[in-house]
């Protein structure tokens, strides 16, 4: 047998291998995700239902579950990027989301406020139940629903009253009498600057992704985003 056809040949088999390999792990990640999420959301949503402290185990465990996971994942995007499409964007998410819940980490009289913020977390698995599951009617009125309540209605809420808990120089009492009665709990003492910031930047990132769904929605429909091995199935 000709040498160099056979190295060929095992550098194609090669290859293949580890396309296969990083698809499966691509799988892998997708449905870990869906899982931590709905685990988080669960857990947070049943914590403020429960739990009468701020400070309670209740709350305090999904906002470490979710610093633990945050810094695992970022790891492995870093370690094999072709889990995501933009693994550049996640990994500066991740970092912003372990700055908005160092806050709570380090005063766990602010934990509760973690868990009002980690509800989200059960639109972030409808996001990817949607692609795996090629947009089934049922996770995509979900999804809706969930991404306008929780992302564009809930979050500015949750941003002013985190601004209006943190130590901003003064600033904080003139944002106090703009949050709903409802919601506003006087906790003591601030948090600090950073929590504030770091969460307002979480917003931004929410009315950027707000901005490109809608976009796509009206150019392209309702379904535009491509099911999952959609482009794997025209590639072969």
Known sequence: ANPKLVAVRALGAMAKDEIAQESFQEVVHDWLNVVVAIFLFCASAAALIYCETSDSFGHRMPISF???YLVLDTIWVLAVPNLVKTP?????????????LSGPLQHAHLSKCGSMALVVEINTALIVMRRR??????????????WFLLRVAWYPLLTL?????????????????????????????????????????????????????????????????APAGTEAKKSK
Request: hydrophobic share 55%.
């Open 133 to 146: 599951l090629n947009h089934p009617m049922w996770v995509e009125v979900s999804f809706y629903i969930t």
């Open 88 to 100: 550049k964007v996640i990994v500066a998410h991740h970092i912003v989301t372990l700055l908005v």
């Open 66 to 68: 979710m610093a633990a």
């Open 161 to 225: 009253r985190f601004a209006a808990n943190c130590s901003l120089g003064g600033f904080e009492e003139k944002l106090k009498p703009l949050v709903p009665a409802w919601l506003w709990e006087d906790l003591q003492p601030p948090a600090p600057p950073r929590v504030a910031i770091s969460f307002f930047l979480v917003l931004l990132i929410q009315m950027q992704m707000t901005y490109i769904l809608v976009r796509t929605v009206v150019t392209k429909g309702f379904k535009a985003h």
